[in-house]
């Protein structure tokens, strides 16, 4: 079985300062990664994905991630945020399935709260 | 629309009523997904279609939840007999049928049991 693991439940950030949200994975089998954005009552939205290669992966709104294989790690990292990034960032794990099913198994959430 | 659409967006029952959702996925999304989100907790998965045929329905919680996609689109969750503790955001997510493929999904249907 997975899981996921998000060390920090909120992450208070001032503006234009740089942010990590800490993702931790376990997993007996190869997984995909991915990190999730939900912006208040909207469904989530894909920010990145790291499914082999590069160990950094960059992805929208200038966010980028680096998975460590050894730390079962996938920490999220923005050098400058901005009032509109404040939002709950989940990270998801995919086992390698045969027919491509993504059946994401979910961390708990980060609430990132971006103060003027 | 060009998205997943999902209705009711917000529904209260009363406890021991039926419900249904519904989903529009995205044309031409062979896959698609339930996820059941509690307050303050991240989704968790309940079910998945390819097409027609429901391969995977290991998240359901209980036999009061099923979930139909007749002809392989619109997908409905049923819920019978309510409870409290069936109060959540319900997530549907479509993507093509290929690894690694990103999940779309939709703004959810927000549960609420009195």
């Known amino acids: 079985a997975q899981s996921v693991t998000q060390l920090d439940s909120q992450v208070p950030v001032f503006e234009e300062a740089p942010v990590e949200l800490r993702c931790n994975y376990s997993?007996?089998?190869?997984?995909?990664l991915f990190w999730y954005v939900q912006y208040p009552n909207q469904g989530l939205q894909l920010l990145l994905k790291?499914?082999?290669?590069?160990?950094l992966v960059k992805g929208i709104n200038g966010f980028e991630a680096e998975f460590n294989k050894s730390q079962t790690s996938f920490h999220l990292r923005k050098p400058s945020v901005h009032i509109s990034d404040t939002a709950e960032y989940f990270c998801?794990?995919?086992?390698?399935?045969?027919?491509?099913?993504?059946?994401?198994?979910f961390g708990q959430g980060t609430r990132l709260t971006i103060n003027p | 629309g060009a998205g997943v659409s999902q209705s009711p967006r917000y529904k209260v029952a009363k406890r021991g009523q039926d419900v249904a959702l519904r989903c529009d996925p995205i044309s031409g999304h062979v896959s698609l997904f339930w996820y059941q989100q509690a307050l303050g907790q991240g989704p968790e998965f309940l079910t998945y279609f390819q097409n027609e045929a429901q391969l995977d329905k290991s998240g359901l919680p209980s036999d009061r939840f099923f979930a139909e996609r007749p002809e392989g689109s619109v997908s409905t969750l049923k819920i019978q007999r309510t409870q409290q503790e069936d109060s959540a955001v319900y997530l549907c997510?479509?993507?093509?049928?290929?690894?690694?493929?990103?999940?779309?999904f939709g703004e959810g249907s927000r549960l609420t049991v009195l």
């Open positions: 997510a479509s993507s093509l049928i290929r690894e690694g493929g990103e999940l779309f």
């Open positions: 790291y499914l082999s290669g590069s160990t």
């Open positions: 997993s007996s089998v190869s997984v995909y």
């Open positions: 998801a794990v995919n086992p390698l399935a045969r027919q491509g099913a993504q059946k994401l198994v």
